[in-house]
């Protein structure tokens, strides 16, 4: 399964994180109000809601029987989307015509998805451990509700967070379903990033004060975390090719590092063809790492992490760097 984390989300991120940030400020009992989702610091409370996938494999069974697909997908899909579809739908702007073009390119695929509500209830178990150990790491941890539905022009799966909930479009069916609640982590840390600095300074970076840096360490935080709750990783070819040339792609990041804009070391395949997509993701958990070992306050540790605001000074007292100077 490809896990996707696109430029695009950020626009539905900001979004959410405006009345997360009222939770912060005025309690999370009228936070709530402000929201358009219930949350809850329960990892046994968090909503798994299957209703998308089940109308849209009754849309699926249905083609063929009617002289208009379009037709189908509105009716049987789209308007009884889940708040999570109405507003994939309403950000993507996508119409009943673009899931029935999509679907005639790929029908083997899509309709491979008949099983896919069994296999997601089969990972709820896991994803509610993993959630348990999130909030081991990160105290009062926020936990939304999860939308998971089908999702076009987006590869095999896309999270994103939103003023309803963790929002999972899924495209695809195969043996790394499991990784969801690794996704499902690493989103969740997003949301208690921004939770800790603050909606100004969360977005600042995807604006004039974005670099390289700035944006691996973002990602790092919910690499390494994620690591730290669950002792599992998604991107293991990206780490297992980080592993191998480490002092030769650590050159070029350190190199590359200020540059405003992450180029292919985030979300886009690289120019070399034998690196693997997003090592920035893996540079930013290993400086990450290197912060957490070296602290000997571990839970102040996780405040600083989650509360990066000076991305440069948070890389030198890291001493990551360091490992290189003898070599």
């Known amino acids: 399964m490809k896990f996707i984390n696109k430029e695009e989300k950020i626009r539905n991120i900001l979004k959410l994180f405006i009345v997360l940030i009222l939770s912060l400020v005025m309690g999370l009992s009228d936070g709530q109000a402000q929201l358009k ?158 939770l800790a600095v603050g909606l100004e300074e969360y977005q600042s970076i995807y604006g004039p004060k974005m670099s390289l840096l700035a944006v691996s360490l973002r990602e790092g935080v919910a690499q390494f975390l994620t690591f730290l709750s669950t002792g599992e990783r998604t991107k293991e070819e990206a780490y297992e090719y980080f592993d191998k040339n480490e002092r030769e792609v650590w050159e070029r990041f350190m190199a590359e590092m200020n540059e405003h804009l992450p180029g292919d070391w985030m979300w886009t395949k690289p120019k070399k063809s034998e690196q693997p997509r997003d090592l920035g993701y893996i540079i930013g958990d290993r400086i990450v790492e290197a912060f957490y070992n070296e602290a000997e306050d571990k839970e102040k540790a996780i405040i600083d992490i989650l509360s990066i605001t000076d991305y440069q000074e948070f890389f030198k007292k890291s001493g990551y760097a360091e490992k290189f100077s003898d070599k």
Do not use: W
């Open 37 to 194: 989702c219930k949350v809850t610091n329960d990892p046994a409370k968090v909503e798994l809601i299957y209703d998308d996938l089940h109308n849209f494999i009754r849309a699926m069974e249905m083609l063929g029987k009617e002289s208009n697909p379009e037709t189908i997908f509105q009716r049987e899909y789209l308007d009884k989307a889940s708040p999570g579809l109405k507003e994939y739908v309403s950000a993507n702007k996508y119409e009943a015509k673009h899931f029935v073009e999509e679907i005639r390119k790929k029908m083997a695929q899509y309709s491979g998805l008949r099983d896919l509500p069994k296999a997601l209830v089969a990972q709820e178990n896991a994803i509610r451990k993993a959630f348990k150990g999130l909030t081991k790491v990160i105290p009062n941890t926020v936990f939304m509700p999860v939308y998971y539905f089908v999702g076009i022009r987006g590869g095999g799966l896309h999270a994103e967070p939103s003023e309803y909930g963790l929002l999972i479009a899924i495209a695809e069916l195969d043996e790394d379903l499991p990784g969801v609640k690794l996704v499902l982590v690493h989103e969740t840390v997003h949301v208690q990033q921004a």
